[in-house]
């Protein structure tokens, strides 16, 4: 989650009830304090003003854990549960200073609206306080709404901006070892829609559809450009993003990935795939795909890996699932687009990805200029979570000459 730096207000006894514990209505207070001290620290005070925008409380709820007293120090953080294109989700947590304890905390959602009373747009200075101050604890999200979805993401980091996009079907933790490791670089890995933690709605899905809700995204989080990672389906959609938001693109990192449309075989396949999602639902899908995004060596050495995996794929909501796969089967060739790719690009490929295979990742190095290309020892459609060291080396190493460009 995003959060902002604690802020800390003393017990006073004019706080406490006559039992001398900290009376329930002064925690409303005290969040508030806090809240627009963080507020004042960063846009200042005056940018409601400025704005003609103002933060309407719509809904708080509280939890007390335990008593505090006169004289306790409490430390408040205010962290971003959500953030829609007109409202604010904020928990405040309060921990006392002199055991660690966690004393209250509350969930309030903001609807910002305007002098007419009507909602409003979040406020860029306001969203940027949160955007700036990003959690680097694993596996904490953020969810955004991009449009008709709300999507889970976990942004780490400060600097320039790298977009991690996971393949199918599986979700954003197959990037977890970058995630963790790839320092000076902003790293934000959404589920993609229909995935993981975000929403399926109902609907078509496509190449474009995933491809705009990312540049909704990227709006979200004020970025202006971003190195664009993506593997398997992700790749799909860096092409796709390419065609439609260009100057988004900074660089291009393409893993176990191809440009090529899906033959007649591989549509029967893909419809082969909805048949058993629909009708067995994903734990089928992972029985039959498990092997098949794993390399042998994987396979061999890192059971624990497979069965993550599969219950990765299980957990997958079958509507979006089934949005994938109908997307992917009618996909547009990107092969006429190589040519035109003026960024850096780096290529990667599992030496055992059958899915995609290092001929597949030849064909992208030859086609795309100044590309360069990767193989992965004993990896197979799944680099980032089968070789994660060797990976996170080789991406580093790429962002580095990225920056230096």
Known sequence: MSRLPPVSVTVYPYDCDAYGHLDEAAFVR????????????????????????????????????????????????????????????????????????????????????????????????????????????????????VGDVTLA??????????????GFPLDRTIWKHQLATLAGWRRIAPDLRGMGASEAPAGVYSMATYADDMARLLDRLRIQRAVVAGLSMGGYIAFELLRRHRDRVAGLILCDTKAEADSAEGKRGRDQSIELVESRGAPALAERMVQMLLGRTTQQTQPQLVQEVREMISRSPAPGLVGALRAMKDRADSTDLLGAIDVPTLVVVGQEDEITPPAAARKLKEAIPAAALTTIAGAGHVTPLEAPIAVSRLFAEFLESVRDS
């Open 153 to 166: 993401v976990d942004v780490r980091g400060d600097g320039p901006a790298l977009l991690l996009l996971h």
């Open 30 to 145: 005290i969040f508030e304090q806090a809240r627009w001290e963080n507020f004042s620290r960063g846009p200042g005070l005056q940018m409601f003003r400025r704005t003609t925008v103002w933060p309407a409380v719509r809904k708080m709820t509280i939890e007390y854990h335990l008593p505090a007293w006169p004289g306790d120090v409490l430390d408040v953080h205010t962290t971003l549960v959500r953030m829609g294109r007109t409202s604010l989700e904020l928990r405040h947590t309060a921990i006392r200073q002199g055991d660690s304890q966690t004393v209250a905390d509350a969930v309030v959602l903001f609807v910002m609206i305007d002098g007419s009373g009507n909602p409003t747009p979040v406020p860029d200075e306001l969203a940027a306080l949160f955007s700036a101050r990003v959690s680097t604890r694993s596996g904490e999200v953020v969810r955004y709404d």
